[in-house]
């Protein structure tokens, strides 16, 4: 969504992935695999974010380590448009849960609150055709560019893991979640 205005898709994830973990440091190789883009374009954007002060590089032993410069004069409003454009996003996939025919219940939970311990990031309750559970799960992994962890349920398999207190779906129901849909008891 960001390309438009930053002009490239590798610079838009480059900028998404840094101020998103400003405390992390990347290396080329683990960059290009974290956000699938070419060696020569991630090199090039990292040499353009360097040189404008956004990115910070070192050399350790034969890598090279780049790091998001929180000295940088617009870092807090760079990380708060990151932010910003994930609500656009948001409202976007709410867009596409409304032609999930037969959905019942779904909670945006792991990834999506920015909590790894939860184990799933998607909760999907209801009666969902293969297909278009497929084509929901695969529209947000190209919105979200990573893969989306999920869990789908009928309606029926819910309330027997529900009436047992499964340990699994009640991690995912007590945890941090968004609720797009829910037309059932929890």
């Known amino acids: ?12 994830k480059l900028l998404k992935l840094f101020l998103e973990n400003p405390e992390r440091q990347f290396f080329v190789r683990e960059l290009t ?6 060696i020569n374009s991630v090199r090039r954007e990292l040499d353009n974010l360097t040189k404008f002060g956004l ?20 870092f807090d409003e ?6 910003k454009s994930k609500l656009l996003i948001e409202k976007v996939v709410a867009e596409k ?3 999930l025919d037969g959905l019942r ?3 945006l939970t792991g990834r999506f609150v920015e ?13 969902i055709s293969k297909e278009a559970l497929k084509k929901f799960i695969g529209d947000l992994e190209k919105i979200y560019q990573k893969e989306i962890r999920y869990t789908y349920l009928t309606t029926h398999e819910f309330n027997i893991r529900k009436e047992v207190t499964d340990k699994f779906l009640y991690s995912i129901l007590n945890s ?8 059932i008891e929890v």
């Open 1 to 12: 969504m960001l390309e438009q205005l930053f002009g490239s898709r590798t610079r838009d």
């Open 33 to 38: 695999r974290e956000i699938n883009e070419r």
């Open 55 to 74: 990115l910070t590089s070192k050399q350790v032993d034969q890598k090279r380590y780049y790091q998001a410069s929180k000295d940088f004069v617009l």
């Open 78 to 83: 760079l990380t708060a448009l990151i932010k």
């Open 97 to 99: 849960v409304k032609k």
């Open 105 to 107: 219940y779904l909670a």
């Open 115 to 127: 909590d790894e311990s939860i184990p799933t990031d998607v909760l999907l309750v209801g009666k």
């Open 176 to 183: 941090k979640k968004v609720i797009l849909v829910n037309k």
